[in-house]
């Protein structure tokens, strides 16, 4: 069993940045950030395999937000910048132990964080 343990979010104002952090206690073949706004679904936002480092990204974040790992910490990070309102949500790491890793596909995902909360205004 790999834990995740989220860090990072906040409030920030429209145009601002976070980086937000996840931790796993164990192997994982490729991790993502996914994220849930108020009455709205849980969405995926980026993908990393730990491997070859091969990033992916939602269309809503192309271009602001940047995916990366230390692969020596077990962590990955997500770079927010250019932050909007509309990014407000609760946003979670998940980790997949291998196969397809795909934003679309959230069931892949066998290990999920607690969340941590961003939060941005206009």
């Known amino acids: 069993q790999v834990q995740l343990v989220e860090s990072g979010g906040g409030s920030v104002q429209a145009g601002g940045s976070l980086r937000l952090s996840c931790v796993a206690s164990g192997y994982t073949y490729c991790m993502a950030w996914f994220r849930q706004a108020p009455g709205k679904e849980r969405e995926g936002v980026a993908r990393?395999?730990?491997?070859?480092?091969?990033?992916y990204y939602a269309d809503s974040v192309k271009g602001r937000f940047t995916v990366s790992q230390d692969n020596a910490k077990n962590t990955v990070y997500l770079q927010m910048n250019s932050l909007k309102p509309e990014d407000t949500a609760m946003y979670y790491c998940?980790?997949?132990?291998?196969?397809?890793?795909?934003?679309?596909?959230?069931?892949?995902?066998?290990?999920w964080g607690q969340g941590t909360q961003v939060t941005v205004s206009s």
């Open positions: 990393i395999y730990s491997g070859s480092g091969n990033t």
């Open positions: 998940a980790a997949s132990r291998g196969g397809i890793c795909a934003l679309s596909r959230q069931s892949g995902y066998n290990y």
